[in-house]
């Protein structure tokens, strides 16, 4: 290995068919021990820039290599023999063994007169037994299931070893399971040294699995990023035109992107009427993403980084005053969220609980001289305040709030109270 | 059921398949015209090799039926594996020489060849293997060209356009022949398909050219085998793809270029026997490549044999019982391959 490392190399590569130019100055790469994903949009040029690497498409300027030796001129049985590719079209149904199928993967090996010997068979069983296909070696690949055959694939092209893998959304037939366990193994591949490249339909995959993620959109690439960087909400909406909530899942501890919203107009300025929420914890979560399709905007308060209704918020992009993780509302946070509110045609109050960090959101509601919509009842597992939500609470009340038992019938108020604004999106019915 | 047939039973069907051509090699040169003991036949082609020749029989044998049944297996072997190394290059179970239009680019060729050197022995021997070879070879490309669409082979366009080259050729070799009346008669009852009065001279031909023919193939059977997972999956996995499709093309053209000259238009030979080997041996080209010649000279073999006895003492050529056979059985693949769309 050359002491970069850099085991496939886009330098500046520029690929299309014939005249028409797909991805232009792809500039990066990928090193042994690394995993890197590629996301965007259907049609960006993710899968064309990983097929140039082995003869493809063409290059039309730049160059692929690998330890600086060009995979665009290297013979074909020498680039096989270091880069193994997972395509993503099915393979032609024909009536051949699936052990057979998979020993095709030792050809750039081979020599021209050799049959496959004990080792090669050794290979072929061990990739086998490693993709999970061992108990199919003895059927016939026309018979197979896509998920089978995309796993057979993958042990065809393990039996190049290569030490350069690319995978075109590899688990594109796999039930999750399988594609969990392939990933897995993918990840261990690259973990003991091999360098793989995979394109992605699945955010949540790629960051689960990838080291780094580049972004295809626009015939550009982006530098490969950590997940966390490459794929924040703003990232998300630009390339994929799709509102989601990216956060770190508490189990995985991986980050995990969910897309709530799509089609509704939500840049800056949209919305002529905002509409207030008293939230955290997710209490307002569903509530945000139905007024924002109702295209009305949205001031969520003032909302602790790291709280599911930061994200939610940040997603749909509503407004809101930002606190740090757990931290309280204070006086000028509270003055900004008064503010806010009081530009809003009414506030909800959803069913959050309160305590003490978070009372000044509900007491800005009720002192905004808004109408307000309370949802639900101030029970006392809501309220650890000592009664001073209660009170609150019952001050909005007597001032003439007006009290829904569901976030549909809050959904409704708010509409009506926000006059001819609101509009109907295909998703509410 | 016949997932990826262990050696033995390769070696088994090969066994086989020798020994069936072998039986039908005997037959085709005991029955005729005048019927001969197979034991006689057996008698005297040991005779003529051990060199005790000189019977009147052995004469009839050795020079007349042998020759003629040799070469209808040879054809049938040429045009089995250029129906073999079609098939694998274009991933269509339909394509064939005679489909392709390269039976009818050969014949063309043959017959400008006849036109314009004469008849003499080197013109027959040089002349006309080369002119079918170099029209078998521009056919591939024209109806190639033809059926592509930006760097891409359509399948059903393959074969819409070697069926339509395939007829304007054989109405240009038509034109010439009835513009030169002189070579017209036996050139005619030529591109019908037929192994009548053939000699040594075409068996030696033939032989040479499917000998040169089958080098690429045998070599890169691998190759074949990963050219079915589709152009650029082989590429991926180590083929040269240009290259290995431009020399196995050229090997097809080569065989089917001395088939032609030496029999005409003998069609569908080259698309049965490789689907028939198919579902008894799979799909791997080590095995299927012999075993698809083997096959295809048994059939033509035996069906020259059925030319001549059907309406005995007339003949009929060759190339009507092979249509007669394989006309309905592309019928039968076409519905099939439409069925499983």
Not at chain 1, 143 to 152: N, V
Not at chain 1, 256 to 266: C, E, K, Q, S, Y
Not at chain 1, 354 to 372: C, H, I, K, T, Y
Request: hydrophobic share 50%; aromatic share 4%; net charge neutral.
């Amino acid at each position: 290995m050359s002491p970069d490392g850099r085991l496939l190399a886009f330098d500046g590569v520029t690929v299309g068919y014939g005249a028409r130019t797909v991805v232009r100055d792809a500039a990066f790469a990928v090193r042994g021990g690394e995993f890197i994903g590629l996301v965007g949009p259907n049609g960006a040029g993710k899968s064309t820039l990983l097929r140039a690497v082995t003869g493809g498409p063409d290059v039309t300027a730049g160059d692929i290599t690998s330890d600086g030796r060009s995979l665009v001129r290297m013979p074909d049985r020498e680039r096989a023999r270091l880069v193994g590719v997972v395509p993503q079209t099915p393979v032609p149904p024909f009536a051949l063994g699936a052990r057979g199928f998979v020993e095709m993967g030792r050809h750039p090996h081979l020599g021209r007169l050799a049959s496959p010997g004990p080792a090669d068979r050794a290979i072929v069983a061990e990739v086998m037994r490693r993709t999970d296909t061992a108990h199919l070696a003895e059927e016939r690949i026309d018979e197979l299931s896509g998920g089978d055959l995309q796993r057979l694939t993958l042990a065809q092209a393990l039996a190049q070893q290569p030490r350069v893998l690319l995978l075109d959304e590899p688990t594109s037939h796999l039930d999750l399971n399988h594609a969990l366990q392939v990933l897995d193994l993918v990840r261990s591949l690259a973990d003991d040294g091999m360098a793989v490249l995979g394109v992605f339909h699945d955010l949540g995959l790629a960051a689960r699995f990838a080291d780094r993620i580049a972004i295809v959109a626009d015939g550009r690439v982006t530098p490969p990023a950590p997940p966390a960087e490459a794929l924040d909400a703003r990232v998300v909406a630009d390339v994929f035109g799709v509102r989601a909530v990216v956060r770190t899942d508490p189990v995985t501890g991986t980050l995990a992107v969910t897309p709530i919203l799509r089609g509704a107009d939500l840049s800056p300025g949209a919305s002529q009427v905002s509409v207030g929420l008293v939230c955290g914890s997710g209490a307002g979560a569903t509530l945000m993403r139905r007024l924002a399709l109702s295209g009305l905007g949205v001031h969520a308060g003032a909302l602790n980084r790291g709280d599911v209704d930061h994200a939610v918020a940040e997603a749909v992009g509503a407004a809101y005053v930002e606190l740090p993780p757990f931290g309280e509302i204070d006086a000028p946070a509270e003055a900004q969220v008064r503010q806010g509110y009081a530009a809003c045609s009414c506030v909800i109050v959803t069913e959050v609980p309160f305590g003490r960090p978070n009372l000044p959101n509900l007491r800005a509601a009720v002192e905004s001289r808004r109408p307000v919509v309370l949802v639900g009842h101030m029970r006392a597992d809501r309220d650890f305040t000592g009664g001073d939500a209660r009170a609150l609470w019952d001050m909005a009340l007597g001032a003439g709030a007006m009290r829904v038992d569901t976030e549909a019938d809050a959904l409704e108020a708010a509409r009506a109270l926000s006059g001819p604004a609101a509009t109907t999106h295909p998703e509410e019915r | 059921m016949t997932p990826a047939p262990g050696r033995s039973r390769t070696a088994l069907v090969l066994g086989g398949l020798a020994a069936a051509l072998a039986l039908a090699i005997v037959a085709g040169v005991a029955f005729g015209a005048v019927r001969i003991p197979p034991g006689d036949v057996v008698a005297a082609v040991s005779r003529a090799l051990t060199g005790h020749g000189g019977t009147l029989a052995d004469a009839v044998i050795v020079d007349l039926r042998l020759p003629r049944v040799l070469l209808a297996a040879l054809v049938g072997a040429s045009l089995a594996l250029a129906g073999v190394l079609y098939q694998a290059l274009f991933k269509n179970p339909l394509a064939d020489p005679y489909i392709l239009g390269v039976s009818s680019g050969a014949g063309l060729g043959a017959t400008l060849a006849l036109t314009a050197f004469g008849t003499s022995y080197a013109a027959r021997a040089v002349g006309v293997p080369i002119g079918a070879f170099a029209g078998a070879v521009l056919t591939m490309v024209l109806v190639v060209r033809l059926a592509s669409r930006r760097g891409r082979l359509d399948p059903t366009s393959l074969l819409l356009a070697g069926i339509a080259v395939s007829y304007t050729l054989s109405a240009l070799t038509s034109f010439v022949l009835v513009y030169d009346r002189e070579t017209m008669t036996s050139v005619v009852f030529w591109m019908m398909g037929g192994l009548q009065n053939r000699s040594w001279e075409h068996v030696a031909m033939l032989a040479a050219m499917l000998g040169a023919g089958v080098v690429v193939p045998s070599l890169f059977h691998r190759e074949l085998d990963l050219m079915l997972l589709g152009d650029e999956r082989a590429g991926q996995l180590g083929v040269s793809v240009e290259r290995f499709k431009l020399v196995a093309l050229a090997s097809a053209s080569l065989v089917v270029a001395g088939a032609v000259a030496v029999s005409g238009l003998i069609g569908f030979v080259g698309l049965m026997t490789p689907h028939m080997v198919r579902l008894v041996i799979g799909p791997r080209h080590r095995a299927l490549l012999p075993a698809s010649m083997l096959a295809g000279a048994i059939v033509l073999v035996v069906a020259d044999l059925l030319a001549r006895i059907v309406l005995a003492p007339v003949e009929i050529p060759v190339g009507i019982v092979t249509a007669l056979a394989g006309g309905p059985f592309f019928v039968w693949l076409l519905i099939r391959k439409e069925r499983a769309r």
